[in-house]
């Protein structure tokens, strides 16, 4: 359906409508090929509505249709063209009187859709009072701008995703995280190098937390590294850290050529260094020679002065006078000498689906459909068993997906449904980054 005839068909009240998902036509598109409905869309009212998500669609009347709703609860933007794009301080404007908003998503495709420059931080923050969940997409100075003027007592999931080759200046989030009393006490942390982005996983012992992924082109260790600085105290909290590596280029080429000079890369060291409570480190396979290089080098007296806390460290595939075993050791033994000792062990690293949060809205649905973008609706869909979905993310998971994948979709859609209402769904697009992981899912 046309988004004219889409729109044409909504063009009146809908008294009773309380829950909708408006996906754009063409998902890849520049800006000025993105659909965009009339300030007429719902009759410019909807009374009921508790939950909406836009996704790749411009609506300039958006401020107006929320606010005619008297309990929303939920607002994902995904995907916003820049033809509707929204400044900081307008989207605060419209959503200050939505005392009751537990669930924000704001998502851009333009490195241009963010503020020229940022104001200076305004003295009296504007309150959110029942955010839950807020998570961002864009550039990092939009982001920075946002957080300095609002107060979320009650947010206790903040996920967050900065463009390629957006350096994220990311100074105004200790502030934040300081004013949300539910966003404390990171103890637990997971750190992704992937092809194309870093990810930061911060967990609280009740599994809430912060989940900052950036997007980069090269080998990822500087990114994460200065992503870690200037996150100021909030690693020192951290007391079980996981370092994990995905393939790629970089990566491989170090571990075959076996080039030294390249192994011993300083980085390391500074990466680790803020994390001064940790007392268990855990590698995986892919990290784990360049993590003891590292550590290998180490003087003396500089052995307790990065992680001073560790008592155990864990390497996923280590052996006994394997390379790592061999490497580690000039480390184990000053460690022991200087009254710190520190155990080495292998590490059984069970396999996850991605890095989710327990507060993510999956927690409690059935079962999940995925299909690739743009999948022409004539193919004929099946039911397939997923194994490990089920044990560690959703219990008694069935995913059905069109029996033929498109090789160039570079994205799967993935949409759960609550065992409890059919009708009920939620939506989020996986990113495929190689053939590898279209195999997988």
Not at 363 to 377: E, I, K
Request: aromatic share 10%; proline share 8%.
């Amino acid at each position: 359906m046309e988004v004219e005839q889409f729109a044409a068909a909504m063009d009146g009240p809908f008294p009773v409508l309380t829950d909708l998902r408006v996906q754009g036509l063409e998902m890849d598109l520049e800006p000025s090929g993105m659909a965009e409905l009339p300030d007429s869309f719902l009759g410019g009212s909807a009374p009921c509505l508790q939950s909406l998500v836009l996704e790749g669609t411009a609506f300039p009347a958006l401020p107006n249709l929320v606010l005619s709703a008297s309990h929303f609860q939920y607002l994902h933007l995904h995907s916003i063209p820049h033809a509707g794009y929204i400044p900081p301080e307008a989207m605060l404007t419209f959503l200050l009187p939505l005392h009751n908003l537990k669930g924000l998503t704001v998502g851009f495709t333009s490195r241009e859709s963010c503020p020229l420059q940022i104001s200076p931080p305004p003295l009296t923050k504007a309150l959110l009072p029942s955010l839950t969940g807020f998570q961002f997409n864009g550039a990092s100075k939009y982001l920075m701008d946002f957080i300095a003027r609002i107060d979320t007592p009650m947010l206790d999931i903040f996920q967050m995703t900065f463009f390629l080759d957006d350096i994220p200046n990311i100074s105004q989030l200790h502030r934040f995280i300081d004013r949300t009393d539910r966003l404390k006490s990171f103890i637990q942390a997971e750190v992704y190098f992937r092809p194309l982005e870093v990810q930061a996983v911060f967990k609280s012992p009740a599994n809430l937390g912060l989940n900052i992924t950036c997007e980069v082109l090269d080998w990822p260790l500087q990114s994460m590294t200065q992503l870690c600085e200037q996150l100021l105290t909030i690693p020192s909290q951290v007391e079980q850290l996981e370092l994990c590596g995905e393939a790629c280029d970089e990566l491989d080429v170090l571990m075959e050529e076996d080039r030294e000079e390249d192994l011993d890369d300083p980085l390391w060291l500074r990466l680790l260094d803020p994390f001064v409570s940790v007392k268990r480190l855990c590698v995986s396979k892919r990290l784990a020679p360049l993590v003891a290089f590292a550590l290998e080098k180490l003087t003396r007296e500089g052995v307790t002065e990065v992680l001073p806390a560790l008592d155990n460290l864990f390497f996923e595939g280590f052996r006994p006078s394997g390379f790592v075993e061999e490497t580690i050791k000039p480390f184990v033994s000053m460690r022991q000498l200087s009254g710190h000792p520190v155990i080495v062990q292998r590490w059984e690293r069970k396999l996850a689906f991605g890095s989710s949060l327990s507060g993510s809205p999956f927690r409690s649905c059935g079962h999940l459909v995925c299909f690739p973008d743009c999948a022409p609706p004539q193919l004929e869909s099946q039911y397939v068993q997923c194994p490990a979905l089920c044990h560690r993310v959703w219990p008694c998971l069935h995913v059905r997906r069109y029996s033929t994948m498109p090789t160039h979709s570079a994205y799967l859609w993935v949409f759960v449904h609550c065992p409890i209402n059919s009708h009920s769904q939620v939506g989020v697009r996986i990113r495929l980054r190689s053939d590898k992981d279209r195999q997988v899912l």
